[in-house]
Structure formats: structure tokens, C-alpha cells
């Protein structure tokens, strides 16, 4: 009797538990309360960061971003530049043949010479017309100047960052072999490079004399385009072309970038 009495009551205590006193409340809320913030702090760090740092951490990205993109741009324009000659020296290689080609199908230019700068060993081919699409691809002989080695003043421009850009390290007195599609081989003696606007860049496609002018942007390590030009300026020292001199040029040196 007495068992079972006892078994009764212990069935009931079970059923009945006391209610958690205010202090065991208020600790079980603190608790609650701090277990987010221990899963918090093993968590992705962005989290962790108030709104301030949060909003500096968006900037920061966004301009690694922003950088990277620039990166890779001026990466696809230089690629674009070095595989593009290889399909140039092609087209170049026929025209000398006296085949008249395209590099490619699309293309509104045709190969019209090969600059070279032996102590350097750089060489590119040179286009017709400084169109944007043309200096994309190399450098482009500017249609309103003589050919080069014809009496008067080429013109040969392009850009600082790709084909043009080992301008900066010729010096007087080095030597500038011009091939022309009409296969004449003629050597210029470099002379001092100098810098001036685009607009009032002093080159006179009619002087006296057979002259080449090698020009593009400046200064070479700028990212921004600006108004400034570098010329060198090369006199020709060996062969000889003929052609007709043509009339003064009136417009401003092509905006190359």
C-alpha cells in the first residue's frame, strides 16, 4: 500500500514540474541571447562588420572590381594588338608578291609598309588610314602625308601602349627601316624626338627633303588620353622612291590615342 502510495506521487511529480523561477529565466534569455553571436562569429567575416565597415568593404570591392576590368580590358586591347600583326605579316608577306590582300575579309584597311627599329629588334606593319579600327591593329600611315621616302614628310602614327610604345627608346642616330609594299627598302636616321600638341604639331607634309615622322601619345605611361603628342622625327639616309610632292597638309596630326 505504502508503494504504491509512493509511486503515485512520484508519477505526479513528474507530470507537475515546478516553474522555472525569474532567475533561471532571465539566464535562459541571456543564453539564447548569446548563442547567435557565438554562430556569428564562426561565420562569414562581412557579417561581423558594422555598418560603416560594411559600406567600406562595397567600396573596396567595387573598386578591385572596377580595376580588375580595367586590367583586363587593356589586356584583350594588347592581345588583340600582338595576334592581329601575325595575320598582318600574312597579308603584307602577299602584298609584296603584288597580291593585293585583306587581312581578314571585314577589314577596311590594307598593309601598306613594315616599320622596323633594328638595335630594338621591333617591327610592325603599318596600315592605311588612322582610322580607330586601323590603329587597333597596328600602326597606320596617315593617307594625307607623302608615302615614306617620298619627297616631303610620312607620317606614321600609333598607339603609346601596344605598337608604338618602344618609341620612347630610340635614340639619335639609330636607324628606322621602312619596307613599302611596293618592296623598297629605305633606312632613316632617327633624330631628336620632341613633344607638342596635336593640334599644332609643326610637321609639314610638303618640306624639302624626304623625311618620316614617327608619332603617338604622350606621356607614355599616361592612362588618360590628353592633347600632347611625341614626334621623332628620322631623315632618309638610304634608297630612293619617287613620287609625286603632296600638297600641304591642313589638318591637325590624327587624335591617336
Known sequence: MVSRLLASQNEEAAEFEPLPTYLELAMAAATAHDRPKAR?????????????????????????????????DGFLL????????????RAFAAELKGQ??????????????????P???????VLSGASGEALAFGPAWLANTPQPGD??????????????RWLQYIKPGDTIEVTR????VLTFKAGEGRIAPWDASGIDPASNGRHLVL????????????PLRYILEAELVDGQATGSVQPANTKPLYRTE
Open 78 to 89: 594588347k592581345a588583340k594588338a600582338e595576334l592581329s600583326q601575325i595575320l598582318l605579316k
Open 181 to 184: 609594299r611596293d618592296g623598297k
Open 215 to 226: 608619332t603617338t601619345c604622350w606621356p607614355f605611361d599616361a592612362t588618360e588620353r590628353g
Open 151 to 164: 619627297e616631303g614628310t610620312a607620317v606614321i602614327a600609333a598607339h603609346r601602349d601596344t605598337h608604338f
Open 40 to 72: 556569428q562569429r564562426k561565420g562569414f567575416f562581412f557579417w561581423r562588420l558594422s555598418s560603416i565597415e560594411k559600406a567600406i568593404a562595397v567600396a573596396i570591392a567595387g573598386l578591385a572590381l572596377y580595376g580588375l576590368a580595367l586590367i583586363g
Open 100 to 117: 593585293e590582300t585583306k587581312p581578314w575579309p571585314w577589314a577596311d584597311f590594307t598593309t601598306e609598309a613594315k616599320v622596323r627599329a
Open 119 to 125: 638595335r630594338l629588334g621591333k617591327e610592325a606593319i
